[in-house]
Every structure is written in structure tokens, then in C-alpha cells.
């Protein structure tokens, strides 16, 4: 089963059954059973939606702990909490989805987690090549002095 902590410490565990499909349309305009199809695009849109995804997972966890309003719930996302709440819904469309599509999309939250590593260290290699004292000192092209007189335009 698909768990995330918020930020509070919190534990919430997202399953999608049969039974969620029609609240959750009714109140979000979201059709969970569609997320898997054409080319994983309504799963794609919907992730990239925080608003929405905060939404959804609201309603698939609401009953957990009665006495979080949604915005308790909302403020406690942020951060690791968040993406760890939308790794635990893809786990649970995972979960809900027919046979054939459950160990494509597990293999796609894995190869998505390798793509950010790889992106942090590339990130992380660029800020280390940023050197301080170039950046603080005076440049000459920078405007701090006249150009040649070849590069000054004529009146």
C-alpha cells in the first residue's frame, strides 16, 4: 500500500478503490480511471497540477484523520512531503490499474526518481563550478568602463 508522512508526521496511506471514482470526479472534474490511458497523459497533467493532485489525494485519505480540515492537510504538504504524497498516488493508480499497466508505472516511478537524482548532481556540478570572486569582481565589459572607440557607434 502506497504511505506518505506530511509534514506534520502524519502517515496517510492512498488506495483508490471503485468506490472513490465518483466523489472524486464530482468534486475535482478528475476521472481516475482514465489516468493510464493515452500515453499516461491524464496521470502527466494531473502531476503537474499540485493543486489538484492536493485535492484528489484530500479525498482518497480524508477519512484517516477526521479532525484535519483541508487546509491543515494542504499547509502540510511542501517540500519532500509533497513529492512523497505523489510518489504514494502513483503507487496507488499503480495499484488500482489493470495488470498490464501496474509494473509499466512502478518501473516509470523508478525511472522518474533516476531522472531527478541525475538532475540534482548535474544541478550540484554546476554550482560548484560558479566561482564567487569572478562573480564580485569588476568587469570591464560589464560597463564599468568606456568601450574602445571602434565599438562606439558614430553620432
Known amino acids: 500500500?502506497?504511505?506518505?508522512?506530511?509534514?506534520?508526521?502524519?502517515?496517510?496511506?492512498?488506495?483508490?478503490?471503485?468506490?472513490?471514482?465518483?466523489?472524486?470526479?464530482e468534486s475535482t472534474g478528475v476521472h481516475l480511471g482514465q489516468l493510464v490511458g493515452n500515453g499516461l497523459k491524464g496521470l502527466a497533467e494531473l502531476l503537474g497540477d499540485p493543486i489538484n493532485l492536493i485535492d484528489v489525494v484530500r479525498l482518497l485519505v480524508r477519512r484517516q484523520h477526521p479532525a484535519v480540515t483541508d487546509e491543515a492537510f494542504g499547509r502540510a504538504l511542501g517540500g519532500d512531503a509533497l513529492e512523497d504524497m505523489a510518489n504514494a498516488f502513483v503507487e496507488a493508480v499503480a495499484d488500482f490499474s489493470p495488470r498490464q499497466f501496474r509494473r509499466p508505472l512502478l518501473a516509470l516511478k523508478t525511472k522518474a526518481a533516476e531522472v531527478e537524482t541525475r538532475?540534482?548532481?548535474?544541478?550540484?556540478?554546476?554550482?560548484?563550478?560558479?566561482?564567487?570572486?569572478?562573480?564580485?569582481?569588476?568587469?570591464?565589459?560589464?560597463?564599468?568602463?568606456?568601450?574602445?572607440?571602434?565599438?562606439?557607434p558614430a553620432p
Open 1 to 25: 500500500m502506497a504511505v506518505f508522512k506530511d509534514a506534520e508526521g502524519r502517515e496517510w496511506r492512498v488506495a483508490i478503490t471503485a468506490g472513490d471514482l465518483r466523489p472524486v470526479r
Open 119 to 152: 538532475a540534482a548532481a548535474l544541478l550540484m556540478e554546476k554550482v560548484a563550478e560558479i566561482d564567487p570572486g569572478r562573480l564580485l569582481t569588476p568587469n570591464a565589459s560589464a560597463g564599468s568602463s568606456p568601450g574602445s572607440p571602434d565599438s562606439t
